[in-house]
């Protein structure tokens, strides 16, 4: 029975997947059988998308080494499906993939955590490739404009691509050690709190936060006007501004 070209495809896919074989896929045996010419798909598409998941996870490679690593990332590979031919946003989920392997969790007991922080980090890059400035928010340049008698009623803006995490490690403190080679002051037991934000004309920034600034930064990602956050809070916007981590302002509705 002839197959169509969407069965074929499919049958193809799920033999990268080591789900079906080589002679499924209607591949013609001569000097090499179906099933080797099919594994050298395989090793090529699993060498790829290592290459992605490296690209995206260089602090959890770092950590674990290129052995290790490679291993992750086949189990991921095998186990999280490309769904399609766009690999730029491949790798969500590794840090699942790692439960799979407790040796290396009990050697390296942070790495889950390092991995979501690194999967924040292209999320916020995914974020800003697709974002468009809006033009409902006014400038912060405006804020001297406002009246001081409406200051309650102002609502400072995120920027969209501005991630916030937190974590029970010193994430943030371990890319600059691991940036730096230099992991001297580095305790890796403290928790840290801050946030990821990419960047158009160089890398993407991950900035370490006090609790409260985090606090800030949390009242204003759920809609709070400035009159509605505590003044012991306010006293940290001059932290959010210096980084831009402000988009813009509104004014909430009043009378």
């Known amino acids: ?14 033999a990268l997947q080591y789900q079906t ?13 179906a099933e080797e010419r099919i594994q050298i798909y395989r090793n090529n598409f699993i060498i790829g998308l290592t290459d992605v998941l490296q690209a995206t996870y260089p602090m959890v490679h770092v950590l674990v080494g290129e ?15 490309l769904k399609s031919g ?9 840090a699942s993939s790692i439960e799979n392997f407790p040796r290396v969790m009990e050697a390296v007991p942070y790495i889950q955590e ?8 292209d999320l916020s890059e995914q974020i800003l490739s697709k974002v468009e400035p809006s033009k409902h928010l006014l400038s912060i340049n405006q804020l001297s404009s406002v009246a ?3 200051h309650q009623y102002i609502k400072l803006h995120l920027s969209p691509n501005v991630l916030a995490f937190q974590s029970s490690f010193a994430v943030f403190s371990l890319r600059l050690a691991i940036e730096a080679n230099d992991f ?15 960047q158009y004309d160089g890398p993407c920034s991950t900035v370490k936060l006090n609790s409260t600034s985090f606090e800030l930064l949390e009242y204003l990602k759920n809609g709070y006007t400035l009159g509605q956050i505590p003044e012991t809070h306010l006293a940290c916007l ?18």
């Open 114 to 121: 390092v991995a979501k922080f690194e999967w924040q980090i």
């Open 148 to 150: 001081e008698e409406h």
């Open 238 to 255: 001059e932290t959010l501004l210096e980084h831009q981590f402000i988009c813009g302002f509104s004014l909430a509705p009043h009378q």
């Open 1 to 14: 029975m002839s197959l169509t070209l969407a069965d074929l495809q499919q049958n193809f896919t799920s």
């Open 21 to 33: 074989s080589g002679e499924e896929c209607h591949i013609k045996s001569d000097h090499f059988t």
């Open 86 to 94: 766009n690999v730029s946003h491949y790798g969500e989920h590794f």
């Open 184 to 198: 001297s002051q580095l305790d890796i037991n403290h928790a840290e709190q801050g946030v990821i934000m990419s």
């Open 67 to 81: 052995e290790c690593f490679t291993q992750l990332a086949r189990q991921h590979i095998l186990n999280s499906p």
